[in-house]
């Protein structure tokens, strides 16, 4: 195996081998320490994802119809997503301190402005010969929205909330770095701490392959499915 082979060569504590890594995983699970880490950090995300959806969507959707939100609201969402989620932590820590609030916000912060942005996106792009059919047949109001222009968005909208998933994760493990949480980010930063590459390399590969199955067996179907369903691809 390449891996193992390019390990043995360098011959350094900073790049491990597949077995070494191996060991390290199987020792931190052993313990308890994995499984723990890794349903803490999931209730996290979940929590703050889904706060981060409802709310992004809802955003989006008013960003997209008011126009004076769109042309005020809509530049500060803009510029505020440009922001590093990292940088979230610092105002969340000061505003409700070492807590689980903390973390919450910045996954919050971290994800919700990308899911607004996308929906507002998707909403404003609709195809306006559609619009113009609902209001020929007499669609208006809330039933033009819920029944006509939601619906047409609805793979815009499916793809920003795949994306604010992403960007709730790396917020997450950004935030569990920087103190004492008790999720996969503790464990990573506990392996840096103590000098232990192979912690680190295997927790980086328990978090790959936790977004490559997220990726695969939720948000892969789903987009698949969308796609189908509204003609976009067979």
Same mark, same amino acid.
């Given at each position: 195996?390449?891996?193992?082979?390019?390990?043995?060569?360098?011959?350094?504590?900073?790049?491990?081998?597949?077995?070494?890594?191996?060991?390290?995983?199987?020792?931190?699970?052993?313990?308890?320490?994995?499984?723990?880490?890794?349903?803490?950090?999931?209730?996290?995300?979940?929590?703050?994802?889904?706060?981060?959806?409802?709310?992004?969507?809802?955003?989006?959707?008013? @960003? +997209?119809?008011?126009?004076?939100? %769109?042309?005020?609201?809509? !530049?500060? /969402? #803009? =510029?505020?997503?440009?922001?590093? $989620?990292?940088?979230?932590?610092?105002?969340?820590? @000061? +505003?409700?301190?070492?807590?689980? %609030?903390?973390?919450?916000? !910045?996954? /919050? #912060? =971290?994800?919700?402005?990308?899911? $607004?942005?996308?929906?507002?996106?998707?909403?404003?792009?609709?195809?306006?010969?559609?619009? %113009?059919?609902?209001?020929?047949?007499?669609?208006? =109001?809330?039933?033009?929205?819920?029944?006509?222009?939601?619906?047409?968005?609805?793979?815009?909208?499916?793809?920003?909330?795949?994306?604010?998933?992403?960007?709730?994760?790396?917020?997450?493990?950004?935030?569990?770095?920087?103190?004492?949480?008790?999720?996969?980010?503790?464990?990573?930063?506990?392996?840096?701490?103590?000098?232990?590459?192979?912690?680190?390399?295997?927790?980086?590969?328990?978090?790959?392959?936790?977004?490559?199955?997220?990726?695969?067996?939720?948000?892969?179907?789903?987009?698949?499915?969308?796609?189908?369903?509204?003609?976009?691809?067979?």
């Amino acid at each position: 195996m390449g891996w193992a082979a390019a390990s043995r060569f360098a011959h350094n504590y900073l790049f491990p081998g597949p077995a070494e890594v191996i060991e390290a995983l199987a020792r931190v699970a052993r313990r308890g320490e994995l499984l723990r880490a890794l349903l803490k950090t999931t209730a996290r995300l979940l929590a703050g994802y889904s706060a981060s959806l409802v709310g992004g969507v809802a955003l989006g959707v008013t @960003l +997209a119809r008011v126009r004076t939100l %769109r042309d005020t609201l809509g !530049v500060l /969402v #803009l =510029g505020l997503q440009a922001i590093p $989620s990292v940088c979230w932590m610092p105002v969340a820590l @000061l +505003a409700f301190g070492l807590n689980e %609030r903390a973390i919450f916000s !910045v996954v /919050v #912060l =971290g994800s919700m402005l990308s899911v $607004s942005i996308a929906t507002e996106s998707a909403v404003r792009n609709v195809a306006p010969i559609i619009l %113009r059919a609902a209001s020929t047949m007499g669609a208006k =109001g809330a039933t033009l929205w819920l029944r006509v222009i939601l619906p047409a968005a609805m793979p815009g909208i499916v793809s920003g909330a795949r994306l604010g998933w992403t960007f709730a994760w790396r917020s997450l493990m950004a935030a569990e770095l920087l103190f004492v949480s008790g999720g996969l980010g503790q464990v990573l930063e506990q392996g840096r701490e103590l000098y232990d590459m192979a912690q680190v390399l295997g927790v980086v590969l328990v978090i790959v392959c936790f977004g490559l199955a997220s990726e695969q067996l939720l948000f892969g179907r789903i987009e698949d499915r969308m796609r189908r369903r509204w003609g976009i691809e067979r």
